[in-house]
Protein backbone atom coordinates (compact mmCIF):
# COMPACT_ATOMS: atom_id res chain seq x y z
CA UNK A 1 0.00 0.00 0.00
CA UNK A 2 1.08 3.48 -0.29
CA UNK A 3 3.13 5.09 2.27
CA UNK A 4 4.31 8.62 3.02
CA UNK A 5 6.24 9.15 5.79
CA UNK A 6 7.81 13.05 7.07
CA UNK A 7 10.57 13.29 9.10
CA UNK A 8 12.29 16.48 10.13
CA UNK A 9 10.02 18.90 12.17
CA UNK A 10 11.07 20.68 15.24
CA UNK A 11 11.65 24.41 17.33
CA UNK A 12 13.83 26.68 15.28
CA UNK A 13 14.62 29.91 16.11
CA UNK A 14 13.09 32.61 13.55
CA UNK A 15 15.94 33.19 10.78
CA UNK A 16 16.43 28.92 10.71
CA UNK A 17 16.79 26.15 8.97
CA UNK A 18 15.33 23.04 8.71
CA UNK A 19 15.12 19.90 6.37
CA UNK A 20 11.95 18.29 5.76
CA UNK A 21 12.23 14.14 4.43
CA UNK A 22 9.39 12.14 2.99
CA UNK A 23 9.75 8.37 2.56
CA UNK A 24 7.54 6.93 -0.17
CA UNK A 25 6.96 3.12 -0.56
CA UNK A 26 4.11 0.78 -1.92
CA UNK A 27 4.39 2.59 -5.91
CA UNK A 28 6.89 3.57 -8.52
CA UNK A 29 8.53 6.90 -6.45
CA UNK A 30 9.68 8.16 -9.85
CA UNK A 31 6.50 8.13 -12.11
CA UNK A 32 4.61 11.02 -9.99
CA UNK A 33 4.85 14.09 -9.65
CA UNK A 34 5.38 15.10 -5.18
CA UNK A 35 3.69 17.94 -3.79
CA UNK A 36 4.34 19.77 -0.17
CA UNK A 37 1.16 20.59 2.28
CA UNK A 38 1.04 23.28 4.92
CA UNK A 39 -1.36 22.91 7.51
CA UNK A 40 -1.36 26.32 10.01
CA UNK A 41 -2.37 26.01 13.68
CA UNK A 42 -5.46 28.16 12.25
CA UNK A 43 -6.24 24.76 10.34
CA UNK A 44 -5.38 27.30 6.66
CA UNK A 45 -4.18 24.50 4.37
CA UNK A 46 -1.51 25.91 2.03
CA UNK A 47 0.29 24.37 -1.20
CA UNK A 48 3.68 24.64 -0.65
CA UNK A 49 6.03 23.43 -3.60
CA UNK A 50 5.87 20.58 -6.38
CA UNK A 51 8.20 18.90 -7.99
CA UNK A 52 8.14 16.65 -11.59
CA UNK A 53 8.80 12.90 -11.62
CA UNK A 54 12.63 13.60 -12.66
CA UNK A 55 13.04 16.80 -10.21
CA UNK A 56 13.92 19.18 -13.53
CA UNK A 57 10.89 21.46 -12.62
CA UNK A 58 9.63 22.92 -9.67
CA UNK A 59 6.98 25.10 -8.21
CA UNK A 60 7.28 26.85 -4.82
CA UNK A 61 4.42 28.83 -3.33
CA UNK A 62 5.10 33.01 -3.41
CA UNK A 63 5.33 32.83 0.26
CA UNK A 64 8.31 30.62 0.22
CA UNK A 65 10.03 31.58 -2.78
CA UNK A 66 13.90 32.34 -2.25
CA UNK A 67 13.65 30.63 0.81
CA UNK A 68 12.38 26.83 0.25
CA UNK A 69 13.67 24.35 -2.18
CA UNK A 70 12.22 21.12 -3.23
CA UNK A 71 14.07 18.68 -4.10
CA UNK A 72 13.85 14.25 -4.53
CA UNK A 73 16.53 11.68 -4.62
CA UNK A 74 14.50 8.93 -6.77
CA UNK A 75 17.30 6.16 -6.19
CA UNK A 76 16.25 6.55 -2.53
CA UNK A 77 12.32 6.96 -2.82
CA UNK A 78 12.82 10.05 -1.09
CA UNK A 79 11.25 13.65 -1.40
CA UNK A 80 12.69 17.02 0.84
CA UNK A 81 11.87 20.71 1.52
CA UNK A 82 15.23 22.41 2.44
CA UNK A 83 13.15 25.18 4.76
CA UNK A 84 15.84 28.78 5.43
CA UNK A 85 15.24 32.01 6.63
CA UNK A 86 12.20 30.64 9.13
CA UNK A 87 9.52 32.73 10.11
CA UNK A 88 7.21 32.55 12.73
CA UNK A 89 4.23 32.27 10.20
CA UNK A 90 6.17 29.10 8.82
CA UNK A 91 4.28 27.27 11.70
CA UNK A 92 2.67 24.50 10.10
CA UNK A 93 2.13 20.76 10.13
CA UNK A 94 3.86 19.86 6.72
CA UNK A 95 2.49 17.22 4.88
CA UNK A 96 3.88 15.24 1.35
CA UNK A 97 1.71 13.93 -0.99
CA UNK A 98 1.54 11.99 -4.07
CA UNK A 99 0.08 13.63 -7.36
CA UNK A 100 0.12 11.92 -11.13
CA UNK A 101 -0.24 15.30 -12.37
CA UNK A 102 -0.06 18.73 -11.20
CA UNK A 103 -3.70 19.37 -12.35
CA UNK A 104 -4.93 16.69 -10.28
CA UNK A 105 -5.21 15.92 -7.21
CA UNK A 106 -3.40 14.59 -3.99
CA UNK A 107 -3.73 11.22 -3.92
CA UNK A 108 -2.03 10.33 -0.54
CA UNK A 109 -0.94 12.06 2.02
CA UNK A 110 1.45 11.50 4.73
CA UNK A 111 0.31 12.48 8.22
CA UNK A 112 2.83 15.11 8.49
CA UNK A 113 5.94 16.37 10.63
CA UNK A 114 5.16 19.88 13.26
CA UNK A 115 7.58 22.74 12.51
CA UNK A 116 7.34 25.32 15.18
CA UNK A 117 9.57 28.51 14.56
CA UNK A 118 9.78 30.55 17.83
CA UNK A 119 11.83 32.54 19.75
CA UNK B 1 -9.81 32.00 -4.40
CA UNK B 2 -12.05 29.41 -3.01
CA UNK B 3 -15.03 29.93 -0.18
CA UNK B 4 -16.59 27.04 1.47
CA UNK B 5 -19.76 27.55 3.60
CA UNK B 6 -20.94 27.03 6.19
CA UNK B 7 -17.17 27.15 8.24
CA UNK B 8 -18.96 24.77 10.58
CA UNK B 9 -22.26 22.48 10.61
CA UNK B 10 -23.44 20.09 13.85
CA UNK B 11 -25.17 17.34 12.06
CA UNK B 12 -27.23 14.15 13.39
CA UNK B 13 -26.09 10.81 12.54
CA UNK B 14 -28.12 9.74 9.08
CA UNK B 15 -28.32 13.41 8.44
CA UNK B 16 -27.67 14.73 4.76
CA UNK B 17 -24.52 17.41 4.78
CA UNK B 18 -24.08 19.61 2.10
CA UNK B 19 -20.74 21.60 1.95
CA UNK B 20 -20.64 24.49 -1.02
CA UNK B 21 -17.31 25.96 -2.62
CA UNK B 22 -17.29 28.77 -4.73
CA UNK B 23 -14.28 29.50 -7.07
CA UNK B 24 -13.32 33.18 -8.21
CA UNK B 25 -12.80 32.25 -11.21
CA UNK B 26 -13.96 29.46 -13.72
CA UNK B 27 -12.09 26.60 -12.71
CA UNK B 28 -13.66 23.42 -15.26
CA UNK B 29 -13.81 20.90 -13.26
CA UNK B 30 -9.88 21.13 -11.28
CA UNK B 31 -11.62 20.41 -7.80
CA UNK B 32 -10.97 17.86 -5.71
CA UNK B 33 -12.11 17.22 -1.78
CA UNK B 34 -10.30 16.01 1.42
CA UNK B 35 -11.33 14.84 4.51
CA UNK B 36 -7.99 16.30 7.38
CA UNK B 37 -8.61 14.31 10.54
CA UNK B 38 -6.43 15.32 13.62
CA UNK B 39 -3.21 12.45 14.04
CA UNK B 40 -3.93 11.20 10.21
CA UNK B 41 -3.33 11.46 6.49
CA UNK B 42 -5.63 13.25 4.91
CA UNK B 43 -7.98 11.79 2.47
CA UNK B 44 -8.79 12.32 -0.96
CA UNK B 45 -12.64 11.81 -1.13
CA UNK B 46 -13.48 13.11 -4.76
CA UNK B 47 -11.79 14.05 -7.59
CA UNK B 48 -12.44 16.40 -10.77
CA UNK B 49 -15.32 18.01 -9.08
CA UNK B 50 -17.75 14.13 -9.40
CA UNK B 51 -15.32 11.29 -9.18
CA UNK B 52 -15.53 9.36 -6.18
CA UNK B 53 -11.64 8.23 -5.29
CA UNK B 54 -10.53 4.24 -4.71
CA UNK B 55 -12.46 2.65 -1.65
CA UNK B 56 -14.07 5.73 -0.47
CA UNK B 57 -17.66 5.32 1.07
CA UNK B 58 -20.50 5.43 -1.39
CA UNK B 59 -21.85 8.25 0.61
CA UNK B 60 -19.89 10.59 -0.69
CA UNK B 61 -19.97 12.22 -3.51
CA UNK B 62 -19.30 15.78 -5.45
CA UNK B 63 -21.23 17.84 -8.18
CA UNK B 64 -20.58 21.47 -10.16
CA UNK B 65 -18.24 23.05 -12.43
CA UNK B 66 -17.29 26.67 -13.17
CA UNK B 67 -17.21 28.04 -10.03
CA UNK B 68 -19.51 26.73 -8.19
CA UNK B 69 -19.41 23.09 -6.10
CA UNK B 70 -20.94 20.43 -3.57
CA UNK B 71 -20.06 18.31 -1.14
CA UNK B 72 -22.48 15.80 -0.18
CA UNK B 73 -22.49 13.32 3.04
CA UNK B 74 -25.67 10.86 2.55
CA UNK B 75 -26.59 9.61 5.62
CA UNK B 76 -23.73 10.79 8.13
CA UNK B 77 -21.73 8.42 10.47
CA UNK B 78 -20.34 9.12 13.32
CA UNK B 79 -16.59 8.51 12.07
CA UNK B 80 -17.20 11.53 9.69
CA UNK B 81 -16.33 13.86 11.89
CA UNK B 82 -14.03 15.94 10.94
CA UNK B 83 -12.60 18.94 8.39
CA UNK B 84 -13.46 19.13 4.73
CA UNK B 85 -11.37 21.28 2.50
CA UNK B 86 -11.68 21.96 -1.24
CA UNK B 87 -8.44 22.32 -3.42
CA UNK B 88 -8.43 23.66 -6.99
CA UNK B 89 -5.43 22.92 -9.82
CA UNK B 90 -6.37 24.98 -12.69
CA UNK B 91 -4.04 27.36 -11.59
CA UNK B 92 0.16 26.64 -11.27
CA UNK B 93 -0.32 27.00 -7.19
CA UNK B 94 -3.25 24.78 -6.20
CA UNK B 95 -5.57 26.57 -3.76
CA UNK B 96 -7.63 25.32 -0.91
CA UNK B 97 -10.77 26.29 0.77
CA UNK B 98 -10.52 27.32 4.25
CA UNK B 99 -12.33 24.16 5.30
CA UNK B 100 -15.73 22.98 6.80
CA UNK B 101 -15.61 21.78 10.14
CA UNK B 102 -18.21 19.03 10.65
CA UNK B 103 -19.19 17.56 14.55
CA UNK B 104 -21.28 15.00 14.53
CA UNK B 105 -24.37 15.42 17.11
Known amino acids: QVQLVESGGGLVKPGGSLRLSCAASGFSFNDYYMTWIRQSPGKEVEWVSNISPGGGVMNHADSVKGRFTISRDNAKNSLYLEMNSLRVEDTALYHC????????????WGQGTLVTVSS | VLTQSPDFQSVTPKEKVTITCRASQNIDTYLHWYQLKPDQSPKLLIKYASQSFSGVPSRFSGSGSGTDFALTINGLEAEDAATYYCHQTRGLQGAFGQGTKVEVK
Open chain 1, 97 to 108: ARQWLPSGPLEY
